[in-house]
């Protein structure tokens, strides 16, 4: 299959962890082979040794902590793909380990810091019929040249006691990186960049005193996860509210934006920084005007993000936290989804909800394409100012829209202005 396929594949994996693992695996063997081999040789990451370090010192012993299902699910991968242990995390880690660029010990080890940064827009909007995600995700284009992105329907065992479908989008080889469950919680996801960025591991990790210090002058207690499995592990949860623990409490080394929702009719927003986070709650709007109004039940609300901090409590003036984002297209990008939203909210009319229909119309914005809301294929900066024979290509690679109060998903492949088929998932919910 390649970039010709209208869809990426939707695999559904059932039994145990490992079970399901292995089949993921085995099914996308020679897709997880090649992204693993992308990733292990690219320059946006630290040095494979590097790598491999942190990931058999510090996320492996975390993650059977944090997640044990999880962390056997990733053994059935590895097993199914016929790809070492370490390669499987590093495509569930690639995210943490792109920041690399942002701590200060390593900041002379990429010439440009912006040549990583990932640029996704996502958005929850609530209405009287239901509470939609939707997610633009937008990454290097090799994931979407190679076909390298999956639907993945997991059908859980009682045993396990977790909800009993989690349905996610990410790459192949990855537990997900945005999704829904069958308990009505979802979650997407945007790169965020900051100064707090931790890199400054121990090369020995039973080195207690440096664990000791770094506690101390950092407030990180290592070890640490990457923070794609505090995703999945919020979408492993029956309760919201243990959720949201699982998102804030995360043992993390790096920032990052989640917006969660239920469809219970909440919605928040985290900009995580490794010791701590900023709350964005919903604005809620006035039907009529427009206008912004106190949280009520008969209203209509939403979030819009992008990969800037924008929680009122941020100030780069406490010189404690700084945002690190390149500058580009996400300084307007969540400002235009937001205006696509009120205007959903003012024009529909109150009974019918807003549409997928009307979903796919807003995140398919082309106001200063190619750099918009939905991205064509292009080049990280301007081809004139850049020495680059090669330039990275970056592109919305998929869209991701999620019903949590009907239990519908709809997925396309590419930028959503050109896509010509979209796939709808339908799964069987909990509570009713």
């Known amino acids: ?24 695996g085995s099914t996308l063997k020679e897709k997880i082979q090649k992204l693993g081999n992308h990733y292990k040789t690219s320059d946006t990451l630290p040095p494979w040794d590097w790598c491999e370090n942190i990931i058999e010192s510090y ?17 059935g991968i590895a097993e199914g793909a016929e790809t070492p242990l ?22 002379d080890q990429i010439a440009d810091n912006s040549k990583t940064a990932d640029e996704c827009s996502t958005g929850a909007i609530i209405d009287e019929r239901a509470v939609k995600l939707v997610q633009n995700w937008d990454l290097d284009s090799f994931v979407y040249d190679h076909d390298l992105c999956v639907v993945l329907e997991t059908h859980t065992t009682p045993k396990e006691g977790l909800p009993k479908v989690i349905l996610t989008l990410g790459e192949v080889g990855q537990l997900g990186r945005s999704g829904m469950n069958s308990e009505g919680l979802g979650l997407c996801a945007n790169g965020l960049n900051s100064n707090v960025d931790f890199f400054n591991f121990p090369r020995d990790p039973m080195d207690e005193a440096a664990a000791k210090k770094i506690e101390k002058e950092y407030g990180i207690k290592l070890p640490v996860i990457p923070a794609s499995f505090a995703r999945r592990k919020f979408l492993s949860c029956h309760s919201f509210a243990n959720g949201l623990h699982y998102i804030v409490q995360s043992p993390r080394h790096v920032s990052g934006n989640i917006l969660v929702a239920t469809a219970e009719g909440l919605a928040l927003d985290f900009e995580l920084i490794p010791n701590s986070y900023f709350l964005i709650e919903p604005t809620y709007v006035d039907e009529k005007t427009g206008a912004e109004v106190l949280p009520s039940f008969k209203r209509r609300a939403f979030i819009t993000h992008s990969n800037h901090f924008v929680s009122p409590r941020y100030t780069p003036a406490a010189n404690y936290m700084r945002c690190k984002n390149p500058g580009g297209s996400s300084l307007f990008r969540n400002h235009i989804l937001a205006r696509h939203f009120v205007d959903l909210i003012t024009s529909k009319p109150m009974g019918k909800g807003i549409s ?7 995140v398919s914005d082309r106001t200063c394409a190619p750099n918009s809301v ?10 004139q100012f850049s020495n680059e024979k090669d330039p990275e290509m970056v592109m919305t690679v998929a869209t991701a829209i999620y019903d949590l109060t009907n239990g519908t998903a709809m997925f396309c492949k590419g930028p959503p202005h050109s896509a010509k088929q979209w796939l709808t998932v339908n799964i069987d919910m909990e509570k009713n």
Not at 86 to 107: F, G, P, Q, V
């Open 86 to 107: 370490d390669i499987i995390i590093l495509i569930n880690a690639r995210y943490d380990l792109t920041k690399y660029k942002n701590n200060s010990e390593c900041a």
């Open 356 to 362: 997928f229909d009307d979903i796919k119309k807003s």
């Open 374 to 383: 939905s991205e064509s294929k292009n080049p990280r900066g301007e081809a």
């Open 1 to 24: 299959m390649t970039a010709e396929a209208e869809l990426y594949p939707h695999v559904i994996v059932t039994g145990t962890p490992f079970e399901r693992g292995l089949k993921h």
């Open 59 to 75: 996320y492996i012993p975390a993650l059977q902590k944090y997640d044990p299902f999880a962390f056997e699910e990733l053994k």
